[in-house]
């Protein structure tokens, strides 16, 4: 099939899938979720590299066009090597990110919440401040949002009092603008709009699947009869609830066959 690859360390990028769907319903979409991986964003760059490539080698044996890499940690830390690998056009959620964040903060104070391995790169500060030049970039690692939203949580006094702590820092510095530098924070937003009144939220997954939508129209690679096909490298415990958060739309089901990734070079 043609169409565009998605993948995430998980299902976090299934709001990317989401929001491509919305963007361009006619497009092919094959996505890979690394379930029986995550979490990506507190390992080595090497071993997120290595995995990058193998959940992308997946996606490139569907015959893609282009993948979206809907994983803030693979964009922050892998994004080159995966561009060096493939032949086809690789999109990662770091610049789009930055350039939304940078368009909608007036004061040029922009806070990035990410995983671990994602402030450790410093990517979204570089991408942001190569735009903005002076700009101030409070960046904040937020372990706990993941297993958070993992364990269905979003709504607990755990999300509020974790937000409030990873919000201080941001919020002291006047930031006019948060960007939610994972794609599993999209389900804490209204949690976030609600301790960061009047500041601008950025999501990463939709800032990245804008830019693909923009891309694949540029290219004329827009093909297809808007099929979805999902897959995952393993069937955890709450998969399904978990993935219906993400994608809100009970009509496209993952593929029963389970993916190996370890398969894949
Ligand atoms: N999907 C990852 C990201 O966007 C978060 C989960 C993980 O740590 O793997 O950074």
């Not at 709001?15 to 890979?32: G, K, N, Q, S, T």
């Not at 803030?72 to 990110?97: C, D, F, I, Q, Y």
């Not at 970039?137 to 949580?153: D, F, K, R």
């Amino acid at each position: 099939m043609r169409g565009v690859g998605i993948f995430d360390s998980g299902l976090g990028g299934l709001c990317a899938v989401r929001e491509l769907r919305r963007l361009l319903p006619e497009e092919d979409i094959v996505y890979f979720g690394d379930v029986a991986r995550i979490p990506y964003g507190t390992r080595s760059r090497e071993t997120v590299c290595r995995y990058a490539a193998q959940d992308a080698a997946f996606l490139v044996s569907k015959n893609v066009d282009a993948i979206l890499v809907a994983c803030g940690t693979v964009s922050s830390t892998a994004l080159e090597e995966l561009k060096a690998r493939l032949s086809v056009p690789v999109v990662g959620v770091v610049e789009p990110a930055a350039e939304e964040a940078v368009k909608a903060s007036r004061n040029r104070k922009i806070g990035v919440l990410g995983t671990q391995g994602t402030i450790a790169s410093g990517a979204y500060k570089r991408a942001i401040t190569r735009l903005s030049p002076d700009a101030q970039v409070v960046s904040v690692a937020c372990p706990l949002l993941v297993p958070i939203v993992e364990n269905g949580e979003t709504d607990g006094e755990i999300a509020h009092l974790a937000l409030q702590n990873y919000l201080k820092a941001p919020l002291a510095a006047g930031c006019d603008t948060l960007l939610l530098g994972c794609t599993h924070y999209p389900l804490l937003k209204d949690k976030i709009a609600s301790l960061a009144p009047g500041v601008a939220l950025i999501d990463a997954g939709q800032a990245g699947a804008n830019a693909t939508a923009r891309l694949l129209r540029e290219n004329r690679l827009v093909y297809g009869t808007g099929k979805t096909e999902l897959y995952t490298s393993d069937f955890s415990q709450g998969f399904s609830t978990l993935a219906q958060r993400f994608l809100q739309d009970e009509s496209i089901q993952f593929s029963k066959e389970k993916v190996n990734a370890e398969d894949w070079k």
